[in-house]
């Protein structure tokens, strides 16, 4: 099951696994971005992924994780990623950024959406947009490199291109990045969003990632609030967070987390999902 760097190699039955996982986490993130309006509370959202989570009979991965109070986490505007539900009301124009995970006979999936509530700027909406496009980037390059950088340099390449169609600056967040999944929520390899003159792990059949972009309107600096989890950026930037569990398999790739498994946004890079 793992290799030489401990990696967590999986057969095709446990992926099978996983993508019950990841179809959970699917339908939870869809309730959750058509309950997310201006008026509604981020409590209220937690409460709502809570239940559509218990209702499939599996576990939240993030409630309890190292501490984590909630079963899922929301940030809003400049905040990057993990923030708590605490009550805080939307408002119209919000950013905001729903990560979820699930746990299914022990095997997780995680996934993320970020949107961008009734009123918004364009310039957060181009920001979403250029987000979600850079890890369907970074997800087609799973089906077509040879090493993790290549899904690096994909994520990188795609945000200039989405700043520079758009006139806008965009600042990548690298203190945090994907990540290998399976018996745990994180593992190895890291998955990076940007070029480093590291290749990375050799793409092989039996990993499972997540990719998760993590971009901001202004510099790529960022810092922890007072909780100690709630991931700020430092310049007050609005920024957006996309994220998919994928499986490498033998005749291709699958997005265990996409109820289509990816082919809708997969087939227009050129590249055919391939399920277990």
Same mark, same amino acid.
């Given at each position: 099951?793992?290799?030489?760097?401990? @990696?967590?190699?999986?057969? *095709?039955? %446990?992926?099978?696994?996983?993508?019950?996982?990841?179809?959970? !986490?699917?339908?939870?993130?869809?309730?959750?971005?058509?309950?997310?309006?201006?008026?509604?509370?981020?409590?209220?959202?937690?409460?709502?992924?809570?239940? !559509?989570?218990?209702?499939?009979?599996?576990?939240?991965?993030?409630?309890?994780?190292?501490?984590?109070?909630?079963?899922?986490?929301?940030?809003?505007?400049?905040?990057?990623?993990?923030?708590? *539900?605490?009550?805080?009301?939307?408002?119209?124009?919000?950013?905001?950024?729903?990560?979820?995970?699930? @746990?299914?006979?022990?095997?997780?999936?995680?996934?993320?959406?970020?949107?961008?509530?009734?009123?918004?700027?364009?310039?957060?909406?181009?920001?979403? %947009?250029?987000?979600?496009?850079?890890?369907?980037?970074?997800?087609?390059?799973?089906? &077509?490199?040879?090493?993790?950088? #290549?899904?690096?340099?994909?994520?990188? #390449?795609?945000?200039?291109?989405?700043?520079?169609?758009?006139?806008?600056?965009?600042?990548?967040?690298?203190?945090?990045?994907?990540?290998? @999944?399976? &018996?745990?929520?994180? %593992?190895?390899?890291?998955?990076?969003?940007?070029?480093?003159?590291?290749?990375?792990?050799?793409?092989?059949?039996?990993?499972?990632?997540?990719?998760?972009?993590?971009?901001?309107?202004?510099? %790529?600096? &960022?810092?922890?609030?007072?909780? #100690?989890?709630?991931?700020?950026?430092? #310049?007050?930037?609005?920024? /957006?967070?996309?994220?998919? &569990?994928?499986?490498?398999?033998?005749?291709?790739?699958? !997005?265990?987390?996409?109820?289509?498994?990816?082919? /809708?946004?997969?087939?227009?890079?050129? !590249?055919?999902?391939?399920?277990?």
């Amino acid at each position: 099951m793992f290799g030489r760097e401990r @990696i967590e190699y999986k057969t *095709p039955e %446990q992926v099978l696994v996983m993508r019950r996982a990841g179809l959970v !986490v699917a339908d939870a993130l869809s309730a959750l971005e058509q309950a997310a309006r201006p008026g509604v509370s981020t409590s209220d959202l937690d409460r709502l992924a809570a239940t !559509v989570i218990g209702d499939h009979g599996a576990t939240p991965s993030f409630l309890g994780y190292d501490g984590f109070p909630a079963t899922v986490c929301v940030s809003v505007n400049d905040e990057v990623i993990h923030g708590i *539900p605490r009550g805080r009301v939307l408002a119209e124009g919000d950013v905001v950024s729903i990560d979820c995970g699930a @746990i299914v006979d022990g095997w997780h999936a995680d996934a993320a959406r970020s949107l961008v509530l009734e009123g918004g700027a364009a310039a957060d909406i181009n920001l979403v %947009q250029a987000t979600e496009d850079a890890l369907w980037a970074g997800i087609a390059a799973l089906a &077509t490199g040879t090493r993790l950088s #290549d899904v690096a340099n994909a994520v990188e #390449d795609s945000i200039e291109a989405s700043a520079a169609a758009h006139g806008a600056r965009y600042g990548i967040v690298e203190e945090y990045v994907g990540h290998g @999944i399976g &018996t745990e929520m994180h %593992q190895p390899p890291d998955v990076l969003n940007y070029r480093t003159r590291e290749r990375g792990a050799k793409l092989r059949p039996g990993m499972c990632l997540a990719i998760e972009p993590m971009i901001t309107r202004g510099e %790529q600096h &960022t810092q922890v609030c007072e909780d #100690d989890w709630t991931v700020v950026t430092s #310049d007050g930037s609005r920024a /957006a967070h996309w994220e998919h &569990t994928v499986a490498i398999g033998e005749s291709g790739i699958w !997005v265990l987390t996409a109820h289509d498994g990816g082919s /809708a946004r997969l087939a227009p890079l050129g !590249v055919q999902v391939a399920p277990f």
